[in-house]
């Protein structure tokens, strides 16, 4: 891949237009450029995962109840049972209920997936993202 730069127009409708001058502000974007770069970089990673053979990392990010009866074992019982590698979480108390927890994932696209979604249909479980990172 080069680094040669390449121009090229975009047309937009006006909404469309401010609404991303907005964003450009907001997020302290340094350049209109750089905004549609970084928009260009992260359809790359969905089209990526979306297609992947490699394996790929991510960060599933959640919130949930701590009280909600057998969640917890729940969790732990979902991570170990997928073939999937679990490389780094972090657990942080949020409220006397709330808990927040990043997981750091790597494995095949598909089955990172379906555990995300596992984890995020389990009853407490009140946030479930998942950031897909990058192809290994």
């Not at 729940?74 to 997928?82: A, G, P, S, T, Y």
Request: hydrophobic share 35%; aromatic share 6%; net charge negative.
């Amino acid at each position: 891949m080069s680094d040669e730069t390449v121009r090229f127009t975009v047309s937009l409708p006006k909404k469309l237009f401010d609404n991303m001058d907005k964003e450009v502000s907001d997020k302290s974007y340094q350049s209109r450029s750089e905004y549609i770069r970084d928009l260009f970089r992260e359809r790359q990673v969905d089209h990526h995962w979306d297609n992947a053979q490699d394996e790929v990392i991510g960060v599933l990010t959640l919130i949930f109840d701590h009280h909600q009866r057998g969640l917890t074992e729940k969790l732990v019982e979902i991570q170990h049972d997928h073939s999937v590698f679990i490389l780094c979480s972090t657990h942080v108390h949020i409220s006397h209920n709330d808990c927040l927890e990043t997981i750091i994932i790597r494995g095949n696209a598909t089955e990172v997936n379906q555990l995300a979604n596992s984890i995020g249909a389990l009853k407490g479980v009140k946030l479930s993202r998942l950031t897909k990172a990058a192809q290994v």
